[in-house]
């Protein structure tokens, strides 16, 4: 069974950093993306970054020049490294892993991780 952890969240005052992991393990197609979404309360869920097999990234426009993502495919772990934190910031942070043609695309989710940012 796939399974996706994530690690790293705590609070954090403003201007603060943390590192969010993910770590997937289970059987996973190769050809996939992996990111991150995060849910605030009251909120959809929204997509923060995304990174490819092939390290081409995506983030959110209220994000960049923040957040980085990275990805360690032998490990399949992807990571987030979040700067600069705001208290918008808040929020459940949960990786998710989406596999793609040739493959059946399919959808994997973490349990999340809580990220508080706050004075």
């Known amino acids: ?20 992991s993910c770590a997937a393990s289970g059987t996973i197609f190769s ?6 979404y ?4 009251g909120k959809e869920r ?12 995506n983030y959110a426009d209220s994000v960049k020049g923040r957040f980085t993502i990275s990805r360690d495919n032998p490990k399949e772990t ?3 490294q979040m700067n ?4 918008e910031d808040t929020a459940v942070y ?11 695309r399919m959808d994997y989710w ?6 508080t940012v706050s004075s």
């Open 94 to 104: 949960y990786c998710n892993v989406r596999t793609l043609p040739p493959a059946r």
């Open 78 to 80: 992807a990571y987030l």
């Open 1 to 20: 069974q796939v399974r996706l952890v994530e690690s790293g969240g705590g609070l954090v005052q403003p201007g603060g950093s943390l590192r969010l």
């Open 110 to 115: 973490g349990q999340g991780t809580q990220v």
């Open 38 to 41: 995060r849910q605030a309360p």
């Open 46 to 57: 929204e997509l923060v970054a995304l990174i490819t097999r092939g390290y081409t990234t």
């Open 31 to 36: 050809a996939n993306t992996m990111g991150w």
């Open 84 to 87: 600069s934190l705001k208290p």
